[in-house]
């Protein structure tokens, strides 16, 4: 089991009721290779994740002759989420260098995701599991990839996910 999966459904691999049921391909641990970016320690870490929630809210201040003091709020709902997740590939990096390069590449939608055909598994956090449907999904907005040293040893990486759909 990986600590974390990053993962991407295609029409083949869809998973609508999310229950662990119907196809093989419901748990994300059991879709193909290509699919998939698995973190697992000591060697492939994800070591952060940051959420960014914004709402839609429009500020308008109304000017007074009286010197009153008031800004009328309007209320628009959601106006984006980000999950970006940062890790480490320490050992052979060139396998998830490649398949950060091909996720990155894929089209990001499809006929059933609409909103995004990205999912992402953390078991040590569980809060920020979201798995891709016809009712919501993640895409890939940037990725960064880079390593700091003379010594290459060790290359971080950076994923942008954006969420469509429904909260």
């Not at 940051?50 to 009286?66: A, G, H, L």
């Not at 989420?81 to 320490?90: E, L, M, P």
Request: aromatic residues 8%; proline residues 5%; negative net charge.
């Amino acid at each position: 089991m990986a600590n974390g999966l990053l993962y991407y459904r295609t029409m083949t691999t869809q998973d609508d009721d999310n229950d662990g049921g119907g196809t093989s391909y419901s748990d994300p641990q059991n879709l193909p290779s290509g699919q998939k970016l698995e973190f697992t320690f000591p060697t492939d870490l994800l070591e952060s994740i940051n959420e960014v929630y914004s709402n839609n809210i429009k500020r308008s201040p109304i000017p007074n002759q009286d010197g009153t003091r008031k800004v009328n709020v309007q209320e628009n709902g959601l106006e984006s989420y980000t999950i970006t997740i940062n890790g480490v590939f320490k050992k052979a990096p060139e396998a998830g260098i490649s398949t950060i390069r091909n996720m990155r590449k894929i089209k990001q939608v499809d006929a059933h995701h609409i909103y995004g055909i990205f999912g992402l598994e953390v078991d040590n956090a569980p809060q920020y599991n979201i798995a891709p449907t016809n009712l919501k999904g993640l895409h890939i907005i940037s990725t960064t990839i880079g390593y700091r040293s003379p010594n290459v040893a060790r290359y971080d990486f950076t994923i942008q996910l954006g969420f469509g759909g429904t909260l």
